[in-house]
C-alpha cells in the first residue's frame, strides 16, 4: 500500500509568513492528491483537491502544487485563522490514506 | 443544503456492541459512496472504509478489515458504523464523508476527494 508522509510534523509561524508543508507518496500517484484543514475542535475540511485545485470559498492565500510523489501545500501570507493542523490524502483508489498530519501555530 | 448528519455521543463498556449512524439528505443519496474516518484523541485522521449506497458494495482499510462493519440503507438514506465487541482502544471521533466516484466526464473511474463530512460521533469506551 502506498505511503503518505508529510513534514514537519509541527510547525509554528509569525503572521503574514510563507508557510509550506510536504507531502511525500511512497509511490507515484500523479496529481490524485488532497489536502484538508482541521481546525481545533472542528470537523476536517477539504481545501484543494487533484493537488492544485482550490475548493469554492478557500482563500486564495492557498496553493497546492506537485505532481507524482512530491506535493507541496504554501500559504502566502500565514494569517491567525490558518491555525489547524493539515492533512494530506491520496485518493483514486482504496486504500484511501491521510499522511500524518502537520500541526500549524501563530509564533 | 446537502448535509451528513450523525447519530449522538456515545459511552459504552468493553465488551458491548454499537452502531452509529450517517444520515445523507440534500443530494441523491446512492450517487456518492460514503467512507469512515478514525480520529483518536489526540491523533490523526485514519481513512476505515467505504461503502456505496446503490449496491451496499464495500472495502476497507487492511488496518480495520475484521475489526469494523460498514453498511448502508438506502431507503432510509443512512449509512452505519458498527462494532461487535468494543475496547478502550476504539475510543475515538467517528467521521464520515462523501466521496465521488466517477468525478470526471471521461470512462475512467476512480474515487474522489471527501467533499463533505459529517460532524462527528464521539464515542468512548470505559469501563
Known amino acids: 500500500d502506498i505511503q503518505m508522509t508529510q513534514s514537519p510534523p509541527s510547525l509554528s509561524a509569525s503572521v503574514g509568513d510563507r508557510v509550506t508543508i510536504t507531502c511525500r507518496a511512497s509511490q507515484g500517484i500523479r496529481n490524485y492528491l488532497a489536502w484538508y484543514q482541521q481546525k481545533p475542535g472542528q470537523v476536517p475540511k477539504l481545501l484543494i483537491s487533484g493537488a492544485s485545485s482550490l475548493q469554492p470559498g478557500v482563500p486564495s492565500r492557498f496553493t497546492g502544487s506537485g505532481s507524482g510523489t512530491d506535493f507541496t501545500l504554501t500559504i502566502s501570507s500565514l494569517q491567525p485563522e490558518d491555525v489547524a493542523t493539515y492533512y494530506c490524502q491520496k485518493y483514486y483508489s482504496v486504500p484511501l490514506t491521510f499522511g500524518q498530519g502537520t500541526r500549524l501555530e501563530i509564533k | 443544503e446537502v448535509q451528513l448528519v450523525q447519530s449522538g455521543a456515545e459511552v459504552k463498556k468493553p465488551g458491548e456492541s454499537l452502531r452509529i449512524s450517517c444520515k445523507g439528505s440534500?443530494?441523491?443519496?446512492?450517487?456518492?459512496?460514503i467512507a469512515w474516518v478514525r480520529q483518536m484523541p489526540g491523533k490523526g485522521l485514519e481513512w476505515m472504509g467505504i461503502?456505496?449506497?446503490?449496491?451496499?458494495?464495500?472495502r476497507y482499510s487492511p488496518s480495520f478489515q475484521g475489526q469494523v462493519t460498514i453498511s448502508v440503507d438506502k431507503s432510509i438514506t443512512t449509512a452505519y458504523l458498527q462494532w461487535r465487541s468494543l475496547r478502550a482502544s476504539d475510543t475515538a471521533m467517528y467521521y464520515c464523508?462523501?466521496?465521488?466516484?466517477?468525478?470526471?466526464?471521461?470512462?475512467?473511474?476512480?474515487?474522489?476527494?471527501?467533499?463533505?463530512w459529517g460532524q462527528g460521533t464521539m464515542v468512548t469506551v470505559s469501563s
Open positions: 440534500g443530494y441523491n443519496f446512492t450517487a456518492y459512496w
Open positions: 461503502t456505496y449506497p446503490g449496491d451496499s458494495d464495500t
Open positions: 464523508a462523501r466521496v465521488t466516484y466517477c468525478p470526471g466526464t471521461g470512462p475512467v473511474c476512480y474515487f474522489d476527494a471527501f467533499d463533505i
